[in-house]
């Protein structure tokens, strides 16, 4: 890790609403034994530097987060249920992080190794947010500067903004921003659990990987090579829309549509909406 960064926080976002799968993040996975998907991500965070925190909502159903909190002796934070940027704000208003690691609760694939290498990207780089690309969905992170996530209070436009935190630094030219290009392409997969399929998958990969010793990357591959139909087993869900314009929605919707075969809609699109705007 860069002896630049002091104080590092690892704030995970987690509710148990959800609407397509509902208590998800202290569901036991694999099922019936197994630690629940909050307690791995917490688990697999606390073997490297920095504050883990969970921030939740003040709604009640999130008491049984609270608990779970208490028992593994780390911090929660508990703010607005819609506005989850203002529970990331008041964080870090109150500890003044040097760097703030987003991460959320139906993801329980991380990749250590790629979080740390973020983190020295963002420092080196003296940049205010990047991203990782390459991993699976629902492995990759964002890592913010501290301060600049404040500053980021400013440029609040919509809901939106305030649900999905990182939008106004993806958004206003004033932030230095950008990618750090793992070393991997695997982002056809899919790894967060948003889905009882999503779920299921989940389950079958993390019991392979409790039986083999082995995570992240390490056990996507291993996957691949030995039971790549595995991977395929949810490529219908379609995750839900977080696009900052029209020109990247638009782009997100073209792959639905041909994923459905939808063809002459998409080449509609592609002619006269990204054509026109490159």
């Known amino acids: 890790m860069d002896k630049q960064v002091t104080k590092i926080a690892y704030i995970i976002q987690a509710r148990m609403k959800s609407e397509r799968l ?10 019936v034994k197994g630690r629940s998907i909050l307690e791995r991500i917490v688990d697999n965070l606390k073997n490297i530097d920095g504050d ?38 008041a964080i870090q208003k109150n500890s003044s992080y040097d760097v703030i690691v987003r991460l959320t609760a139906d993801n329980p694939f991380l990749d250590l190794n790629y979080i740390e290498k973020a983190i020295s990207y963002l420092v080196s780089n003296q940049l205010d947010y990047v991203y990782t690309k390459g991993l699976p969905l629902g492995m990759n992170v964002e890592v913010i500067k501290g301060d600049t996530l404040v500053e980021s209070e400013k440029y609040i436009q919509s809901e939106s903004d305030k649900e999905h935190v990182t939008l106004p630094l993806k958004r206003e030219n004033c932030f230095k921003t950008g990618s750090y290009n793992t070393d991997v392409d695997y982002e056809r997969y899919r790894l967060t659990v948003d889905t009882a399929q ?6 079958a990969l993390l019991q392979i990987g409790d ?17 790549p139909w595995l991977l395929k087993a949810n490529t219908n869900i379609f995750q839900k829309n977080a696009q900052i314009d029209i020109y990247s929605e638009t782009q997100e919707a073209i792959k639905v549509l041909q994923k459905l075969e939808y063809n002459q809609t998409a080449n509609y699109l592609i002619k006269n909406i990204i054509s026109r705007s490159t």
């Open 22 to 31: 509902p208590g998800k993040v202290l569901m036991p996975i694999p099922l």
């Open 52 to 89: 883990i925190i969970v921030a939740t909502s003040v709604n009640p159903e999130n008491d049984q987060i609270e608990s779970f909190c208490k028992e593994k002796k780390i911090l929660c934070f508990r703010g607005d249920e819609k506005n989850v940027l203002s529970r990331f704000l």
């Open 198 to 203: 999503d779920f299921l998958l989940a389950s």
């Open 211 to 227: 039986d083999e010793n082995i995570s992240g990357m390490e056990l996507v591959k291993y996957i691949e090579a030995n039971f």
